[in-house]
């Protein structure tokens, strides 16, 4: 059964649709492994299950993890992703884990169901798949998880790729949320997509020194009850 909004994020895919052979993955520390969670990301814990770990002044670093969706890249070719790698680090982050997955909306949904239901990771960012073509399903794996839409996110990155790509951005379909007190976002393949994304969007939302305010200082109350 894949999980739904008002299924238990706990839940694990059936064994017929393991994750593990649909998706390649690539470990920080050593060759592709299931599970590649860095120590200190398995290690850091806050109030309410958040993995936030201060690191100097009001500075937080986040266990990310990446997924790239395409039926045609290896993830030795795949640019964006490695884009995305150099770019979390670079801003202080940890990369919690990397896979790559088949334009497959069910073998996506498994994948980051695995991620958002591990309380180590904090933000998981995928690549591909948000165009109008047939085989892309990102979109449609993904909002059947999310717990809220961040609308805004959709919608500034729009404004953005329209001025590189004029009118072309409309073909985009990316977007963003929260699962389970994760942060998710969905970007569209293309190198320039992801580094218009990250360096414009995400980057400075995840650092918890954006005034007046930003996404990392709310993870540990991501799922605070009313």
């Not at 990446?66 to 490695?82: K, M, V, W, Y």
């Not at 951005?169 to 929260?178: D, P």
């Not at 293309?190 to 305010?213: E, G, K, N």
Request: hydrophobic share 35%; glycine share 8%.
């Amino acid at each position: 059964m894949i999980p739904t909004p008002a299924a238990s994020r706990a839940e694990q895919p059936k064994s017929d649709r393991n994750p593990t052979a649909a998706c390649a993955r690539s470990s920080p520390h050593g060759p592709a492994t299931r599970r590649t969670t860095t120590p200190a990301a398995s290690k850091r814990r806050v109030c309410r299950g958040s993995s936030v770990q201060a690191t100097s002044g009001r500075d937080v670093t986040l266990a990310i993890a990446l997924l790239t969706i395409s039926d045609t890249r290896t993830l030795a070719e795949d640019s964006s992703g490695e884009h995305l790698k150099n770019s979390l680090e670079t801003a202080g982050h940890q990369l919690s884990e990397r896979a790559l997955c088949p334009d497959d909306r069910y073998r996506i949904r498994a994948e980051l169901s695995r991620w958002i239901a591990d309380p180590s990771i904090d933000v998981v960012i995928t690549s591909g798949g948000t165009g109008l073509t047939g085989r892309d399903g990102t979109p449609e794996a993904v909002e059947p998880l999310l717990d809220k839409t961040i609308e805004g996110f959709g919608e500034l990155f729009r404004v953005l790729s329209f001025e590189t790509i004029g009118t072309s951005t409309l073909q985009s379909r990316c977007l963003a949320g929260v699962a389970n007190g994760t942060f998710i976002f969905v970007l569209p393949g293309s190198l320039d997509a992801v580094s218009t994304a990250w360096d414009r969007l995400i980057r400075a939302q995840l650092d918890a020194t954006t005034r007046p305010c930003n996404l990392a200082q709310l993870r540990s109350r991501l799922q605070e009850h009313a």
